[in-house]
């Protein structure tokens, strides 16, 4: 019998702990990028300022690196704790990519701790720059493994049930689903582009606070550079997403949409709220739901109708899908503004509000990946694996998992404020300004 309360604590708890997560996980994967090209150019332009860029932003970067094990080691407690019943049957099918990414995980952080080491210690920076690409691809591989497990929970496989017992089991079938391509490309690329916009927000925000260095206009130029590249790139895995859902998830793609009837030539919905079961102050594109589903404006679209209501995902993941594309489309405009403007000289792009709307980019560009994980989950219910288990057959019947939520809130309302103070305090008491001059006066001395 399922305790409800036990259940409902449960999802609240998970959900609380993965919103959290997410933002030290996408930080996690993008900046080791943004690092090595920041040195990469740095060395191939003989430019201190670049090199510099690496440098701080690896400080940082170090410290949220921290605070995503605490609350990493937080999810894998709760998946036990929370879904041992989910854990039973994904623990035999779906370990191998949980074990790789621990394995990934130890692999950039051997090599971020030999990275920081030697920053002096090589005459030739090329060869510190090599230390940096195992970094770079531990914490990209993370992401991808990881992401793996939740690809299996939309489309599982590699294992058959027969009279409830769990045989063929083939984790390599598993690991590489019909989600995992979609999945795993989108997680990846996002938290690059989401990477970028929030060192572009940090650049924009000293700028505006009236350090009108150099340093901060290369930084703002390069980040703003790679999320105008990472945010398209984003947009195109994203239409290869709403095309996998078309054919893999059709009732996910419907409940974002709210397509409540299978038909031909469908609009894409935007935006609108619903009453009574209507749509109502919508923006209807038309024909752009058959081309996202199918590449074809009059292509059928399955609608909510062909679904039993209890297998129907909660209808306002209709929100989290407007407010994602949303801010994907709006930090496209922005950056691609912002590249063409200071190509071709603009004013505009220079202007104390146009920099503040890029300040704005950085917690949009959060918001954005809260709301398409949010979107991932939630649409994925009832199941927590799709068509197999249910979310609510998943969870503990434990009558504690309030209490473990307020412990672990409070956990994460400290991490959260800790990660502020920390990193503001540290690069208030080492200004780019004075470590600029440091680097002069060493090379002086140097030189003497």
Known sequence: MVNEDALFWSRILTETTLSFHIIYATIGVGVPLMIM???????????????????????????????????????????????????????????????????????????????????????DQRKHLLLLIPVAIGAAFSAVFITMVNAFMNAPQG?????????????????????????????????????????????????????NHVYHKKALFLTMKLGLIFSIATAVIGDFSGKYLAEYQPEKLAAAEWHFESEENAPLILYGVLDNGEVKYAIKVPFALSVLAHNDPTAEVIGLDQFPEDEIPPLYIHYLFDIMVTIGMWMVLLSFVYWIGMKRGWPIVHSRWFRWLIVLGGPLSIIAIEAGWWLAEVGRQPWVLRGL????????????????????????????????????????????????????????????
């Open 37 to 123: 090209i920041a040195q990469w150019i740095g060395i191939k332009k003989n430019d201190e300022h670049y090199i510099l860029l690496a440098r701080r932003w690896t400080r940082g970067f170090v410290i949220t690196v921290a605070v995503g094990v605490v609350t990493g080691t937080a999810i894998g407690l709760q998946l036990s704790l929370l879904w041992p019943n989910f854990m039973e049957l994904a623990g035999n099918v779906i370990a191998l990519p949980l074990f790789m990414e621990t394995f990934a995980f130890f692999f950039e952080a051997i090599f971020l701790g030999i990275y920081l080491y030697t920053w002096d210690k090589f005459e």
């Open 159 to 211: 294992f058959d049930i027969v009279n409830g017992e769990l045989i063929n089991v083939n984790p390599i079938i598993a690991m590489f689903n019909p989600a995992m391509p979609t999945k795993v490309a989108h997680v990846v690329v996002t938290a690059f582009m989401t990477a970028a916009f929030l060192l572009a927000s940090i650049a924009a925000f000293r700028l505006l606070k009236g350090s």
């Open 389 to 448: 288990m249910r979310t609510a057959d998943a969870a503990t019947s434990s009558n504690h998992v309030d209490l473990m939520l307020m412990l672990f809130a409070g956990l994460y309302i400290i991490l959260g404020i800790g990660t502020i103070v920390v990193l503001s305090r540290m690069f208030r008491r080492n200004p780019v300004e004075k470590e600029l001059d440091d680097l002069e006066n060493e090379k002086g001395g140097v030189r003497t």
